[in-house]
């Protein structure tokens, strides 16, 4: 049976994302560092924003788990010999969130599925990075890779419990816009850039 994460995307990474990122190790791993930073802030907030829904039982050990990642790539960013820093946002994450309903409840049914989708893209493109990577990378990225499977199906869980309908219409739409930001040409180079 397929990954949730290939069944969600619409399309494959860019070769030429690939290309650039394995002669960026440094920023690719400076800015993934970034992206788990940011994936357990969205987790928290998501839990402070709906105390009623008790999405703290499922998103708090997952926002824990995301800052432990985060801890384990400054630890090798160390190791590498580059410098943690802050990097200006690429427009990803933003691109999504405008896509998104202003209005309750569908403004949480789209972010629930727009946090699947990131963390589907994170897999992905993991897979993809994987074979080419120097063995330093090549087993943490695996780690990675099952827990960001995992979570990308947490998303999805979390919407069907809370909202028993059906999101495979509106993950259809959300997907082409991830698609279409991923298929583009970027001038800033990231985790989820466009190539
Ligand atoms: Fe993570
Ligand atoms: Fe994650």
Redesign the pocket.
């Known amino acids: 049976m397929s990954n949730t994460w290939e069944i969600i995307l619409s399309s494959p990474t860019p070769q030429a994302w690939i290309d650039r990122a394995l002669k960026s190790l440094d920023l690719l791993l400076i800015d993934h560092a970034h992206c788990?930073k940011k994936?357990a802030t969205s987790a928290i907030s998501l839990i402070h924003k709906y105390p009623h829904f008790n999405l703290a039982k499922l998103l708090s050990p997952l926002a824990r788990?995301?800052l432990l990642?985060f801890e384990q790539v400054l630890k090798l960013i160390e190791k590498q010999g580059y410098q943690y820093k802050n990097l200006k946002s690429g427009k990803y994450a933003q691109t999504l969130y405008e896509s998104s309903s202003k209005t309750e409840p569908n403004r949480l049914k789209d972010t629930l599925i727009i946090c699947s989708l990131i963390e589907a893209r994170s897999c992905e493109r993991f897979h993809a990075l994987i074979p080419h990577l120097p063995n330093s990378l090549k087993s943490f990225y695996s780690k990675?890779y099952k827990?960001?499977a995992r979570h990308c199906d947490i998303y999805l869980d979390l919407y069907s419990k809370i909202f028993n309908d059906d999101w495979s219409i509106r993950l259809k739409e959300l997907s082409a816009v991830e698609s279409t930001f991923i298929n583009q040409k970027d001038k800033l180079f990231r985790f989820h850039s466009g190539y």
Request: proline share 0%; net charge negative.
């Open positions: 788990e994936a788990e995301e990642h990675l827990a960001e």
